[in-house]
């Protein structure tokens, strides 16, 4: 059962790293090439996202995203990011890629998306203050994100979220938190505010954007982890 906190998931013992591992869920997103799976699996992820946006330097097309998910085992969530999208198109997008969720941005009606798309939908909701918390309680969908607040942009800036408004007004479902997390700072991030998933693209990424680092994969999951145990201690 999920709570306010760290993701529990009924683990009875957390004495080891892998332990924690269904704790503090991790999805890898933004990924470009079919290559770059296979590091985040090894690393435990919990889901894998493709930006099935027309615009970016992380955006695929239909044939893109489907390569992608396609080296995704079962078992694993395969994630769908869109803005604003149509909902034919995304219904199109789940079946042609076999998506099991899709994350939304922009103004959207999360309802009438899940209905026709079929899939659990998390709705991407900027922290530009308290009332977005507020906002995001309220929200009709499987799950909310909560990402930094940039002026037209949708995610994937590299911009970190204000973890303190997390602390100081915590959520009472569970969400994900992306925005500017790295290696080097995803353990503060679990400390302070505590997600559910935790959503990371360009910072575990080399000289190429979408293109992921398997050295920093391994060092993201192994910090947040490390942190999601010592929170649950």
Known sequence: ??????????????TTLR????????????????????????????????????????????????AV????PDGVERVGVFVEPDPEHLALAVDE???TRVQVHGAVDPVALGDRAGV???VAVPLDGPDA??????????????DAAVPGAHGGTGVRA??????????????????????EVVADAVRMA?????????????????????????AFAHAARAAAMEVAA
């Open 19 to 66: 332990g924690v591992l269904r704790d503090q869920r991790i999805k890898f997103c933004g990924l470009t090439h079919p290559a770059d799976v296979a590091a985040c699996i090894d690393a435990g992820a919990w889901a894998i996202g493709a930006v099935m946006t027309p615009h970016g330097p992380r955006a695929l097309d239909l044939a893109g995203a489907r």
């Open 97 to 99: 890629c076999g998506l």
């Open 69 to 72: 998910m396609s080296a995704v």
């Open 1 to 14: 059962m999920a709570s306010a906190g760290v993701y529990r998931a009924g683990c009875p013992r957390r």
């Open 120 to 122: 659990p939908v998390t």
């Open 162 to 183: 204000d973890w303190s408004l997390l602390a100081a007004h915590r959520p009472a479902r569970p969400f994900a938190l992306a925005g500017g997390l790295t290696p």
């Open 194 to 218: 505590r997600p559910y998933v935790l959503d990371v693209s360009s910072g575990v990424e080399g000289a190429t954007p979408g293109r992921k680092d398997a050295g920093r994969i391994r």
């Open 133 to 146: 918390i507020a906002r995001a309680e309220g929200l009709p969908c499987d799950m909310v994100l909560f």
